[in-house]
């Protein structure tokens, strides 16, 4: 039986000029975005915005999370240009603060940690003064291959926990949590100057124990930001949802979180990974 959708996730609509401009600059630089790939339901606000996660290395994953939506099967060769057409992209946006993430590429000896290295440059060449913020995957935890992601210099690097270690095998069964935390607390070890962020979604079921576990976890390999968000099953074949989270537990665990000493966290039930992005860069270094 399904549960009913509550009033707190009800999104508004978005539409006009701005969106249109984001949908024909996406379209004429050939770039994919997470907004798009994982059915984000803040998608229309965020392209209003003039905002959107670019989605690099293609549109097919190499590893079979049960809560994503992005396409699993074969991937196709890296893009050498395509570092550039994000920059140019980014530009015409007009773009502050940009977000960059990938499909998880395993197939790749370095998990796509040159490819991410390539965009970074290529924006700081078009744009120094543009906020970049990475989303990368665990590049199967192969320290050379981070070092070449941070060595770029972007000014946030991402990797979302996404659920209870609890969950793992199930949710996430070709990742590993101990190493997810291990990804970022090796950015600190490398880079101490460089902002570390991180995400995790409830209504899995998980209890609130595990997700303050999470927090403490999180908190203990110095990650500045969190981002905690429902989770909204992509269809009846994935990972099927246990419950709606009420906003108030959401407050609940903010609260939690910044008194373990996190700088910024979006809790909340539409909170996704890069939502308002630029507001949490802006009130760390505030």
């Known amino acids: 039986m399904s549960i009913r959708k509550p009033e707190w996730l009800r999104v508004k609509y978005y539409g006009g000029e701005n969106l249109e401009q984001v949908e024909a600059i ?60 994000v920059a ?5 946006m007009h773009l502050k603060h940009v977000v960059i993430t990938s499909v998880t590429r395993d197939d790749l000896p370095d998990g796509g940690a040159e490819h991410f290295a390539q965009v970074i440059k290529s924006i700081k060449a078009i744009d120094k003064k543009m906020i970049i913020e990475v989303l990368i995957p665990d590049l199967q935890g192969n320290i050379s291959s981070l070092e070449t992601v941070v060595n770029a210099e972007p000014n ?3 990797h979302n926990i996404e659920t209870v270690p609890r969950l793992y095998r199930e949710v996430r069964p070709m990742a590993i949590y101990d190493r997810s935390l291990e990804v970022l607390g090796n950015v600190k070890k490398i880079d101490s100057s460089i902002t570390t962020k991180s995400g ?46 009420h906003p108030d537990i959401f407050e609940e665990y903010k609260k939690i979180g910044m008194a373990l000493g996190f700088d910024y966290i979006a809790s909340g039930p539409l909170v996704r990974s890069s939502y308002h992005a630029d507001q949490a860069f802006i009130v760390k270094n505030s």
């Open 200 to 245: 995790i979604m409830v209504g899995l079921g998980e209890d609130k124990k595990e997700v303050v576990n999470v927090l403490r976890d999180l908190r203990n390999v110095d990650c500045n930001l969190l981002t905690i968000g429902q989770y909204l099953p992509p269809s009846k074949e994935h990972y099927p949802l246990i419950e709606y989270i």
């Open 88 to 92: 140019q992209a980014a530009k015409a």
């Open 26 to 85: 996406l379209k004429r630089y050939s770039l994919n975005t997470v907004c798009e790939e994982a059915s984000c339901p803040n998608r229309m606000e965020c392209f209003d915005r003039k905002t959107a996660t670019f989605m690099t290395m293609g549109n097919e994953c190499t590893r079979n999370c049960t809560f994503c939506n992005v396409n699993k099967g074969e991937v196709q060769p890296l893009d050498s240009e395509e570092p550039m057409r």
């Open 156 to 158: 946030i690097i991402n």
